[in-house]
């Protein structure tokens, strides 16, 4: 028996995904949703360099609500100021279709009881299922920094440090608007988008951590250290054809401290 698959969203995450969905063999795709109306009404298998699957893409949040899929992928955005996701999987999930998200939902209690308590009535009147994945928050620090401890009979401190590269990154939106690239270091503020974006993402991987070790936080503190590397250089961005000021590296630092 096939499952009935959706994929929600085809940026940078969600295109692989789709082309699994349209290769493997248990899978029957059944509908494809893309924020971008370029997109809209194209062959699924054209995104991703595969013949026709007779699947056209659809802008329509409505219609794919409509397909009751047996599962939904959802790759959605943040790079958006006006976003839906939590409503939109609430929806989903209501409906009967289980949910596979990368959009930073790995740890509901972060976002407050009422969303954790939207997902799991949700889930209960659609008789579904919610898993998030990814890598970070959802896996580095969770699962296998907080395995790596068991290998010490005493911890007394956990650092981990992320470095991204994303002079490929295909957004504009992601880029300039949510991540700042080509901005001056004293436009990068504890108020900026990214960092409120990635703050909720690292406070959900570690409030998850300190769920797994079986300890309290005392609280977390975000300090922000931007600057440009290499400085002040400009570098034309291999996917955009504007010439920013260094925009192949992350022009800030994110440091979240929790004491115990």
């Known amino acids: 028996m096939t499952i009935r698959v959706v994929q929600w969203a085809t940026g940078a995450v969600g295109l692989p995904q789709l082309q699994e969905l349209i290769e493997h063999p248990d899978y029957e795709l059944v509908g494809v949703l893309v924020y971008d109306p370029a997109k809209a009404g194209l062959d699924a298998g054209t995104l991703c360099g595969l013949p026709d699957t007779g699947v056209l893409t659809t802008a329509d949040k409505e219609a794919i609500f409509a397909l009751g899929a047996d599962v939904v992928i959802h790759a959605a955005s943040k790079a958006y100021p006006v976003e839906t996701n939590s409503e939109d999987i609430r929806r989903l999930l209501a409906s009967g279709s289980s949910v596979i998200s990368t959009t930073s939902y790995n740890h509901l209690p972060t976002y407050g009881a009422d969303v954790e308590a939207m997902f799991v009535d949700a889930c209960l009147t659609g008789g579904s299922r919610f898993h998030a994945a990814g890598e970070n928050p959802g896996f580095m620090m969770e699962r296998l920094v907080a395995t790596v401890t068991g ?53 959900q991987a570690l409030n998850g951590t300190a769920e797994v070790l079986g300890i309290e936080l005392d609280g977390i503190r975000v300090a922000v250290d931007a600057s440009h590397d290499p400085p002040l250089r400009p570098f034309r961005c291999r996917r955009h054809d504007q010439s920013r000021n260094c925009c192949r590296a992350a022009p800030f630092v994110v440091r979240s401290m929790a004491g115990t």
């Not at 290998?151 to 939106?173: F, G, N, T």
């Open 151 to 203: 290998l010490s009979k005493h911890v007394e401190r956990i650092d981990l440090y992320e470095a991204v590269d994303v002079s490929d990154i295909a957004s504009p939106q992601m880029m300039f608007d949510l991540m700042g690239m080509g901005r001056k270091p004293e436009e990068i503020t504890v108020d900026s988008p990214i960092v409120g974006k990635l703050d909720m993402a690292y406070r």
